[in-house]
């Protein structure tokens, strides 16, 4: 039963546009979630984070949205680079110094 | 800055033979978790250390082992090797209780 859900395996966007990517999730307990990006052949790298008492978290070009209601993250890019081209992977925990869950990913493509 | 060190980067063992994978964690930080990748998949959390003991214990085969020593590195042990044991294997460090999980470049362990 998968936790975390990226129902997108890919998305292709033309550089200078807005990514975004989806996430859902089902464990309620959940209070804490994280975005990786991963290219080949290296290990995740924190992207950004957001914790459940918020709704929105903004890092330049990155801003993740939650909505708990609706158990829905989201992640924008903007604008997109092709340097951005990866792997993107939504992961979430529980309280405590608990381990991460990730969802199976979503390969972005930016076409210059 | 320090990150995550993982050795070897790359193992090719034989069926039936064992492997061990080494972690050295980012300076302070006190957690570390191991994870599998399989080809496609996403990231399967296996064990977790806090503080030299074991914290979390998620799908670890029992032929596997781990520990984390009294310099905080951490080894996973595996023997009795399976084709199916083939994959990417992370570890992740982080400062609790709320610290961000970093992330290692992995070993790739390939079984024939």
């Known amino acids: 039963d998968q936790q975390v859900k990226q129902n997108s395996p890919s998305l292709s966007v033309q550089e200078g546009r807005i990514s975004i990517l989806n996430c859902d999730y089902t464990?309620?307990?959940?209070?804490?979630f994280l975005w990786y990006k991963k290219y080949p052949a290296e290990g995740p790298t924190f992207l950004i984070s957001?914790?459940?008492?918020?709704d929105k978290n903004e890092d330049g070009r990155f801003t993740v949205f939650l909505n708990k209601s609706a158990k829905h993250l989201s992640l924008h890019i903007v604008p997109s680079q092709p340097g951005d081209s990866a792997v993107y992977f939504c992961?979430?925990?529980?309280?405590?110094?608990?381990?991460?869950?990730f969802g199976k990913g979503t390969r972005l493509s930016v076409i210059a | 800055a320090a990150g995550v060190i993982q050795s070897p980067r790359h193992l090719i063992k034989e069926k039936r033979e064992t492997a061990t994978l080494k972690c050295y964690p980012i300076?302070?930080?006190?957690?570390v978790y191991w994870y599998q990748q399989g080809p496609g998949q996403d990231p399967q959390f296996l064990i977790s250390?806090?503080?030299?003991?074991?914290?979390d214990k998620g799908s670890i085969p029992d032929r596997f082992s781990a520990q984390q020593f009294s310099d905080y590195h951490s080894e996973l042990n595996m023997s009795s090797l399976e084709l199916g044991d083939s994959a990417l294997y992370f570890c992740?460090?982080?400062?609790?209780?709320?610290?961000?999980?970093?992330f290692g470049a992995g070993t790739r362990l390939s079984v024939l």
């Open positions: 992740a460090s982080r400062l609790s209780p709320r610290g961000i999980q970093y």
């Open positions: 464990n309620s307990m959940f209070d804490y």
């Open positions: 957001i914790s459940s008492i918020k």
């Open positions: 992961a979430a925990s529980e309280a405590g110094n608990t381990p991460l869950v």
């Open positions: 300076p302070r930080h006190d957690t």
């Open positions: 250390f806090y503080e030299k003991m074991q914290s």
